[in-house]
């Protein structure tokens, strides 16, 4: 099936710098990739839709200069979170339809801790 | 942005027993996908149902979706330790992201 890969799974940083988070469309491409938060025993949580070639679409709430996404190929999008600060510190999850109908795939999520 | 209610909120459940879970709302869903989420891990999917009414079935796991297609439940039966996880439901339109609703929070003790 299809497989989005998501690197890196743990990163640590220190405050004020910036962490770059990647997800790949192994064997198929993906138009379209979401960016999810989720927060200790919380649901996930929609930050952005990012589209190939184009401005990703953020939700409210969601500082776009703060969180970039950039969707450069049809295979890659990336999220990076800009002078990080303790409360950044989440579980960040990418997610890409996989074609028609109704699937969605997710990747295996990056936990990032800001010291 | 349509409005999830997943009930109950946690569960905690001797091996074994059953138990259902609910994800309601006041509109009207196209279809709707149930995920299970283990610690660290991202979401998997479990189903999806479509039809007013369907039921569908996993192995221990029968997932109805109501006939008026705003609700949904999920029950297990007998349920094991590798039952533990997040259980998700998200409206699926096939064109917008998926929007979960909080989350129905499973331990299933051995």
């Known amino acids: 099936g299809a497989v989005v890969s998501q690197h890196p799974s743990r990163v640590i940083c220190k405050s004020g710098t910036s962490v770059k988070i990647e997800c790949r469309s192994l064997?198929?491409?993906?138009?379209?990739m979401f960016w999810y938060r989720q927060f200790p025993k919380q649901s996930l949580m929609l930050m952005a839709t990012?589209?190939?070639?184009?401005?990703?679409?953020?939700e409210q709430g969601v500082e776009k200069d703060k969180f970039l996404i950039n969707h450069a190929s049809l295979t890659l999008s990336t999220l990076t979170v800009t002078s990080a600060h303790p409360e950044d510190s989440s579980f960040y999850i990418c997610?890409?339809?996989?074609?028609?109908?109704?699937?969605?795939?997710f990747g295996s999520g990056t936990r990032l801790t800001v010291v | 942005t349509q409005l999830l209610e997943q009930s109950p909120q946690f569960l905690s459940i001797q091996e074994g027993e059953n138990l259902t879970v609910y994800c309601n709302s006041s509109?009207?869903?196209?279809?709707l996908q149930w995920y299970r989420q283990e610690p660290g891990e991202g979401p998997v999917l479990l189903v999806t149902?479509?039809?007013?009414?369907e039921v569908k079935k996993l192995k221990r796991l029968t997932f109805q979706f109501g006939d008026a297609r705003k609700d949904s439940s999920l029950h297990i039966t007998a349920a094991q330790p590798g039952d533990t996880g997040l259980y998700l439901c998200?409206?699926?339109?096939?064109?917008?992201?998926?929007?979960f609703g909080k989350g129905t929070r499973l331990s299933v003790i051995a």
């Open positions: 997610s890409a339809r996989t074609g028609g109908g109704y699937g969605y795939t």
């Open positions: 064997d198929f491409q993906a138009t379209t």
């Open positions: 990012s589209n190939e070639g184009s401005k990703a679409t953020y």
């Open positions: 509109s009207v869903f196209s279809s």
């Open positions: 149902v479509v039809t007013g009414g």
């Open positions: 998200a409206p699926n339109s096939g064109n917008t992201p998926l929007v």
